[in-house]
């Protein structure tokens, strides 16, 4: 097959201990998944799980023991971090029952939903849709993904960020309100998941604005750690 432009090159993630990388098909974030960071947003209660994506290429992948370098987005003051556990799709599917979820799982990583606050409050006052605030280029940091069989007890890991060397975020995966299985039932419900798709879970409470110049260094137990400056 032949092409009038020729296309991309997939937007690919390391993977921990292995030259091949992991490539993106689609990522997916979670709302609201976390308790306490709903109530911080204004939002009570356990409801649905809600859905919103970014462009596959918006992952800014950074190698295990690298900084990798963020660029501070156009149109916005208010650069939010959001830390979060990734779930890397290895096996797709539709109406995935939670029983089965896990089976579908490749892998874990750390990632970043960095947000553009502003206009993400912006586009919720005048009922819009967030593209603009959440899917803008590198606007999802990744760390190396760690195969599933590697990654221990993800599901009751402590998740932690630090801005500059303080700590700005850290919680316990365990506090998800949807938890990883649940998450996966209700998603596939939604889409055809296919191998190669990201799910950002939700962050926990304690999202904050960054400037230029800021080291964020975040980790989640038994996972290859991420950090990343503003450039």
């Not at 979060?84 to 089976?103: F, M, R, T, Y």
Request: aromatic share 8%.
């Amino acid at each position: 097959m032949s092409y009038v432009i020729p296309p991309a090159a997939p937007a690919s993630v390391p993977v921990v201990g292995r030259a091949e990388r992991f490539a993106v098909h689609r990522i997916y974030c979670v709302g609201r998944n976390y308790a306490e960071h709903a109530r911080e947003m204004g939002f009570t209660g356990r409801e649905p799980p809600f859905f919103f994506m970014k462009p596959a290429d918006a992952v800014l992948p950074v190698a295990q023991g690298e900084t990798g370098h963020l660029p501070y987005p156009t149109l916005t003051q208010d650069l939010h971090h959001e830390i979060e556990l990734v779930v890397a799709i290895g096996q797709g599917g539709s109406n995935i029952a939670a029983q089965d979820a896990l089976q579908h799982v490749w892998g874990y990583a750390v990632g970043l939903d960095m947000t553009r606050r502003d206009l993400q409050a912006e586009a919720k006052k005048q009922g819009r849709p967030w593209c603009i605030a959440k899917g803008f280029d590198a606007s999802a940091p990744i760390g190396p993904i760690t195969p599933a069989a590697q990654a221990g007890n993800v599901q009751q890991a402590a998740i932690w960020l630090q801005v500059n060397g303080a700590d700005r975020q850290r919680s316990n995966v365990s506090q998800l309100i949807w938890n990883i299985a649940e998450t996966i039932e209700h998603l596939s419900q939604a889409w055809e998941l296919r191998p190669g798709d990201l799910i950002f879970t939700g962050t926990p409470e304690g999202v904050n604005a960054v400037a230029r110049g800021d080291v964020l260094e975040g980790g989640i137990d038994g996972l290859c750690p991420l950090r990343v400056a503003v450039a």
